[in-house]
């Protein structure tokens, strides 16, 4: 069985946590940490929630997958 955990390291609590599993890490074999490489950044988020939100507002504006997809 696998789990997964997001932890964003945006605290001093969240990074001790973070420390604290990648020293057991070096101990025990069955705990592999990885970095989310692909997280967006603050800059991404506010962009795509902006396009989201232009996108509700707008709905006749654009195609649909279908449309994209036979263009291809």
Not at 27 to 42: C, G, K, P, V
């Amino acid at each position: 069985m696998t789990y997964t955990m997001r932890i964003s390291a945006t605290s001093p609590q969240a990074m001790s946590i973070i420390n604290m599993l990648r020293t057991l890490a070096k101990d025990y074999d069955f705990l592999q940490i990885t970095e989310d490489t692909n997280a967006l950044t603050a800059e991404q988020e506010k962009e795509l929630s902006r396009r989201h939100r232009f996108v509700k507002k707008n709905p006749s504006v654009g195609k649909t997958w279908e449309e994209l997809e036979k263009s291809l």
